[in-house]
């Protein structure tokens, strides 16, 4: 596997025909992978590498993306798959060599072998020592130290350190990694800050940096300092002073998702001041991205996602962060009347004008073209995301492909309404509404209880500014005057319709038409929360209009629609097998997780099922319909309500019952999905002629019975994993147990599924499953009920 050679006697001047020599009479005779390269050891070609001692990091070769013989050295991290890349020597040269060669002179330079010139990779190393060696330490840190016994002292694993790639950071802050300022009192202050790449391929210096500065910039007698993103120098975030626990501007830590606090300390005195953290597990970093986010890199990829800070720079997209505040610094506003936005599409322009500066990145080329006003679009202009082109205003023809370049177009904010007057006017007409109401149908009263709810949400204070506003005649066109043809369903509160833009984008539009105070409640209710959202597994916002009468939500069109029509169509739900069902299990535990934890508001759905999960092109889950989803506030963990709202068969005993309702209700609903789509059976329509139960007491008792691949949909049996399977229905059961306290909160689950070593807890017997099923017994009897079976109650009263 990994091939290493062994120079004994290299001299410097004829190093590079020794080492040809060398390296094709000795190539593969050491197997097994090493941590540390001795004094004339190297690494030659891309399948060797050095790998630490407990194999999650590892030095090697690896190739520059879209070239075959260009090569970078880096530092994977090769826990995750994708491994990903925490450091890389030398990130502006890119070695063009067939076989690359990294080589531990005896004299202590490490060479990175070029055609004709080396590059001595510790070449700011004050004084070269003989026979140091190169270790990949357990960190990811590659240190060079000088021999034991020589040079000062020796400690564990040789002796003195001379060098480390963690004084080198790239773009990557690794645990243990120092940011800072060093020989603050010398002459020449070191700064060592990340630099984010170029683009996602190529990891030159890019746009962004991210480095301490001063918290006060007019008074550098003051040793106080802060971390700051820069784009080019200009700040872009910041955190705010470090309170020795929080930053004052994030509210915060940076932290990762779920309950895992990373240790982050401040150190400074007259010498240096500097940032560095901790945290369990080292393949943890916190990364400076090509686009300026700065992101939290997992524990997987799969797994855990989080946002140490995001502003939105590009204003395309808004994502989400921590604390209850951002530290975000506002770009100057536009010079161009309004016409600041980019929408990102794909196509072609026949005539650009182009910068060939490979310096630039995308975020370069954003900044250049929102400055100057007959810029209509700009693209990049290398395959590896350097460089940019511009279309200038009435030069050029934008034909619209699908397998076009990826473009950004310039968008004309349509004027509208300020952010204040729709508040006016959100709560007016509402207000009025109720007051009438009221008036008529004095049982009406409890309405008001949620139209003044509205009030809290005007803490979001970045307003939806952010969000295109759709003018109604384009939503006509492209919903071709919401024809029946082009509709796909009835949502809580309306009708829900297809439609198409002029640049080809499919939409969905769910569309309230006329004002009733109930379904505009609900209306300004997932408007107002899923703007401020945005993750993976929620359905995406694209815009809204408020045009007259019309109120419409204008969303990105998922082709496959709900999981219900898979999971429950006899033919259908073939395409989804075991592995996919596990996804998607996975992926809806995430958008709750998010909902209930990491988004900026904590936030209960109250109407998770089936049929509000949509599925993208991948089958990827998305949780949407955010009509009943309640704000709680951070100190609540749980509330009551009069009025309540969810679906038959989803809703936790305690909410169905007394209206109590908390995170631990969505928890309860997920579990009952976690079982529909392990059995593909539903909850509600559960039929069995041998045992008259739901299909929650149904799986408890193939689980008492250890009959647990019965349960399972018989048109995966093909690729049902027992043991994931049962770890599933597990999950399943922990999740609708009848006491709340019994079930696990969201993070407890994901933990649960994506780790099979946490021990789960034995479930009890679940809610409702000693009763009868609903389905044959009462429902029957009572035909309202059963016309509601299946959708939302949006107006049954709590006892
Ligand atoms: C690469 O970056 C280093 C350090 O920033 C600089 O000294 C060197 O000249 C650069 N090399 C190239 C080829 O740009
Ligand atoms: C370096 O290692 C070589 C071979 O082991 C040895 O002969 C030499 O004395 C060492 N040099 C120093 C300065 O330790
Ligand atoms: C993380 O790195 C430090 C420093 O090398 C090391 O002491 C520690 O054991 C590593 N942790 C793990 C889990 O490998
Ligand atoms: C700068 O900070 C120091 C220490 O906090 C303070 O004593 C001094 O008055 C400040 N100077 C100015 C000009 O604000
Ligand atoms: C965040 O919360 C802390 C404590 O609750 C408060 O001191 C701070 O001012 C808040 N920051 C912002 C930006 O709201
Ligand atoms: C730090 O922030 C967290 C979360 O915002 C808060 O719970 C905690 O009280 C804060 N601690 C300090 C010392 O400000
Ligand atoms: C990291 O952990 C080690 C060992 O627990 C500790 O000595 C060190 O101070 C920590 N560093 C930071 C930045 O918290
Ligand atoms: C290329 O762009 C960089 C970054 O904006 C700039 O510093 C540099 O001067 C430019 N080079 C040329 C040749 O224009
Ligand atoms: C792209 O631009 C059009 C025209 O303004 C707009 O209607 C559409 O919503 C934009 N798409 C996205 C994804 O923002
Ligand atoms: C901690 C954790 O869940 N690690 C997983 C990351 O993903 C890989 C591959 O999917 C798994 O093998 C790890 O167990």
Known sequence: MSSMIRLHNPADAILSCFILLLHVLILSNLSGAQDTLAAGDGLVGSDSFLESSNKLFRLKFIPRPGTSQSWYLAVECVFMHPAYIIWVAFPNVSVTTVQPRLIMVQDGQLLLWLDNNPLVVNSDQPTMVENTTATINDDGNLVLRSPAGAGGVSGSGGGTLLWQSFDHPSNTWSPGMKLGLFGLKTRQTRRRLLTSWISEDNPSPGTFTLELDLLDPNNNTDNNYQLVAKRRGVPYWRSGEWNGKNFSLIGGQLRLPGEFDVHLSYFSNENEAYFSWNFTHNCTVIQLESNGVIHLVPMNYSGFWGYAAVCDINEDEELGFYGNGTGCIKSEPSRCGGRDKFNKTSGTIDKWESMSNSSLGLADCRVICRNRCSCDAYASRFSDGTGCRFAISGKYKYTFADKGDTIYLRVERAPRMSWKWKLVIGLAVPLLMALILICLFPHLKRRIHRIRGFKNLELSKKGDDELPYFSLSSIRVATDDFSDANKLGQGGFGPVYKGKLFNGQEIAVKRLSRISGHGLDQFENEFILISKLQHRNLVRLLGYCNQGEERLLVYEYLPNKSLDLFLFDPTKRDLLDWKTRVNIIEGIAQGILYLHKYSRLKIIHRDLKTSNVLLDNEINPKISDFGTARIFQDHDTRANTKTIVGTYGYMSPEYAMDGVFSEKSDVFS??????????????????????????????????????????????????????????????????????????????????????ESTSLPAPKQPAFSAIVSLHNEHLSENPQLCSINEVTISDVQGR
């Open 670 to 755: 997920f579990g009952v999905m976690v079982l529909e789509i392990i059995s593909g059976k539903k909850n509600t329509s559960f039929y069995h002629p041998d045992r008259a139960l739901n299909l929650l007491g149904y799986a408890w008792d193939l689980w008492i019975e250890g009959r647990v691949s019965d349960f399972a949909d018989p048109s995966i049996a093909e690729t049902f994993d027992m043991s994931s399977g049962l770890r599933s229905v597990h999950i399943g059961l922990l999740c609708v147990q009848e006491n709340a306290a019994d079930r696990p909160a969201m993070q407890e689950v994901i933990s649960m599924l994506i780790s």
